[in-house]
């Protein structure tokens, strides 16, 4: 009989439909079968009931115990036929609760064998049946027989065997006791036992769980335990038409139709309900948690914790819950985009449901439904602004104070000093590095009060209420360097205007340099490199020092080297690049920045023997470069090896550097970019520009243009 099956592929199978997180979830998966096969009883029994029992086997450790079977009896219809196709066929849609296709796998994702015995009554005739599943042979070893018993009664045994459990979930077995197992399932189905109760003058069946090991415990859920709600009532949920307009855009359109959710609040001690929550529900079973209470998940009022439920037609429908039954496959109004809208599933005339409608209604509806949380949640709120106001502690801190809903004036005010601490002592680290930084200031140097002022900027910008004030002043800044950067370009500055001191001369390109790395200096406390690269700020480096003096990590730059090499590889040891970086071992940076009226085109080899020495008389080695000739004036047909960027400067990249003595070795590779100053200003006006629009100051930094 076997081989009449439909074929499927388990392994398949099971990655579609995915593990679910909570380790509970096969017997579950087991139990909701049950109450269904017992819901199928064409005459309820005031007898019928289920058995949960879990078998523990002990370890050599005698404190730890291991699950070895999982056993689910109930008093339900049985296999019967109709039953038994229902569950060979996968991802069956058809009417009844069991048949989502997700049940039967998750019991395969926990366990590796499960056997199932069952009897049933057809035609008055109670015939027998048992089978196996696997992973390999989904149904095996069938057999079907007629009971020689003919008052034999309806029953169905599934058994879980061989657990494929990981770590934690040993673990959590491990420690799970008769009495928690017994609460997480009567919250499980808390709305499932409340409603069955209205249906039979019987209610729910009787739930009897035992934990097997040397001895054995029981607990027993009966129709005299379930609890009701503390309230019920109804929301409504619109409909929604989506229409795609030529501008590219979404309009979303709520229509008159709606659909009924039905909701249930129920109120339970802390002892017997471990969490907070609100649920969406599938055939009367928590499907998707909804982080919507005004109460945190371990709080409890006055001894209590709430679970509140949603559930109606729409959240039955089988095409509507994910596979693994641990979801709600509703569209977001975030996920849809424009193709999205002009796909099939969004027809201008179909209406639908989005999962954005049935929040909000829910979220509307809260402050009804637990309207004294609301009421206590609004005390609080102006308790904790009280309290904060009176010490000084500010809104900030208030909301990251984890504050409890049932917490007393006392206990809030401890928290919100204890929050300010720890703000305080990360704000006390951050001023640590800085006045740690103070020994690398020498008042002997210039540039030395530019440096202790930038550091006092720095701290003061620690102060809470100023951060935005400071950031508009870092950012105004930067916008002047860039805009004294264009007027050097133009020739606009008054030192540029006012004659020459009798016997000097006055150098663009000196201004240049200094304006963006001061020369002479070997630190980069105080630069705006940043008009280049951001990154560069972070980098150590020195502007215009001879290659001997630069000093890299505490060593010399180059190693020491003779006279004889000096003379035979005619290098130039007093060579000073205008800006040395070192980013990172076996690399570094080179700038070479030129007059406006310089033409660049002639001194692309310049930064290239620069190359060439440091990349064979490094004391440690650097082979990889990356270099920059900035200036204003070049010819790009002159550059017939470069490449043109997006920016519209040039790059010519992988440029070998030979080894000295041997040409024929490679002792390293540059990168050479000429850049124009007119682009560089421009490119940080885009970027300064972008930060005062997200600070609200567009209109302050032309003003600050302007002054200049």
Known sequence: ????????????????????????TPIYEAMTNSLESIAQIEKPQKDSEIVLRLFFEPTTDQRKRLLSSVEIEDSGTGFTKSNLDRFKEFFDKSKGFDNRGSGRLQFLHRFSTVEVESVSRESQIPKGLSFTCDKTNFISNEKQWNETNKSSSPKTIVTLKNPILNKKENLFYNNLDIETLTNEIRNHFLLRFYLDSKKTKFGPPKIRIQFIEDTQEERIISSENIQFPESEGQIQVPYIRVKTLDSGKIEWIRTSDFEVLHWAKFKTSEQMLSKNSIYLCSKNIPVQALNLLPIKKGEHIDGYRYQTVFYGDILDKAENVSDAVDAFKFPHKKDVTFDAANDLFFEDDQPFILMDEITNSISNELPIIHKELQKLKA??????????ALNGISPEIALKSNISLTDDDETITKKLYVRQAEHLAQQGNEVKIIYESLRDLNPIETGYSESLQDKIERLNALVDKQNKEELSRYVIRREMVSKILGKILNNELSYQKSPAPKGKRKSPEGLIHDLIFKRKTNSNI?????????????????????????????????????????????????????IFLFPQEGQC??????????????????????????????????????????????????????????????????????????????SGSAQVEIIKLSSLVERAHKRNQSFAEKLGLPELLKTASLEL
């Open 589 to 666: 940076v080179l700038i070479e920045l030129k007059a406006p009226n310089v033409d660049l085109s002639e001194h692309t080899t310049q930064l290239l023997r620069y190359c060439n020495l440091i990349s064979n008389l490094a004391t440690n080695p650097i082979n990889r470069f990356f270099c920059y000739l900035i200036g204003e004036k070049f010819n790009e047909w002159d550059l017939n090896e470069y490449h043109p960027t997006v920016s519209g400067d040039f790059i010519k990249n992988d440029i070998p550097i030979k080894k000295y003595g041997d040409h024929s070795q490679v």
């Open 379 to 388: 005390s609080q709120d102006e308790a904790i602004a009280n309290i904060s």
């Open 526 to 578: 105080h630069n705006d490199l940043w008009i280049l690269n951001e990154e560069y700020l972070h980098f150590e480096g020195c502007s215009d020092l001879p290659l001997t003096e630069i000093v890299v990590n505490g060593i010399p730059l180059l190693r020491e080297v003779t006279a004889e090499q000096i003379e035979k590889f005619g290098v130039k040891l007093d060579r000073r690049p205008d």
């Open 1 to 24: 009989m076997s081989s009449d099956q439909a074929r499927i592929n388990i392994e398949g199978a099971l990655e579609i439909v995915k593990k679910s997180k909570n380790p509970l």
